[in-house]
């Protein structure tokens, strides 16, 4: 800024003070979109957000505490974290279809259908191989596109 300042000196262009910066902002400032002295995102207020993550994280600590008390003789910790990814994925899918099927969550899903079948290939592919999973993973993320696309409203 003090280059284009001294720049602009030096050539004998007219610079703007700061009053008439702020004015020119003021008046570039999309009305709603400045609220308590902070801009707001598109997304920031998704309480529904914040809950999967806060149940993934729950069911995360669950689990290892479930290893930890051999409460589940076939959960170890080798596979505690294929279980992990299976129940994200599933809390994933949840979050879609509560998105879905509820107005006030209304949002983009298809990158949380992405994710959900990452999820739930990735937690597989420890319990039915690898060899298996990673087709899955594609045909997974091609039928998230084609349901994205299906679903989008059209105005």
Do not use: C, Q
């Not at 262009?13 to 709603?32: A, I, L, V």
């Amino acid at each position: 800024m003090w280059i284009v300042f001294a720049v602009k000196h030096w050539k004998g262009e007219k610079t703007m003070s700061e009053e008439e910066y702020r004015r020119r902002d003021e008046k570039e400032e999309k009305p709603g979109e400045r609220r308590g002295g902070r801009r707001e995102e598109k997304w920031t207020r998704d309480p529904l957000g914040a809950l999967i993550w806060g149940l993934i994280i729950i069911f995360a600590g669950l689990a290892m505490v479930a290893v930890n008390l051999g409460t589940f003789p076939w959960l170890t910790w080798g596979n505690v974290w294929a279980l992990i990814f299976i129940g994200a994925g599933l809390i994933f899918l949840l979050d879609v279809v509560i998105r879905l099927v509820m107005p006030t969550y209304r949002r983009p899903i298809g990158g949380r259908l992405i994710l959900a079948f990452a999820a739930l290939a990735i937690g597989a592919g420890a319990f039915i191989g690898w060899e298996i999973t990673w087709p899955l993973i594609v045909i997974a993320i091609g039928l998230a596109i084609i349901v994205g696309v299906l679903l989008r409203p059209r105005f």
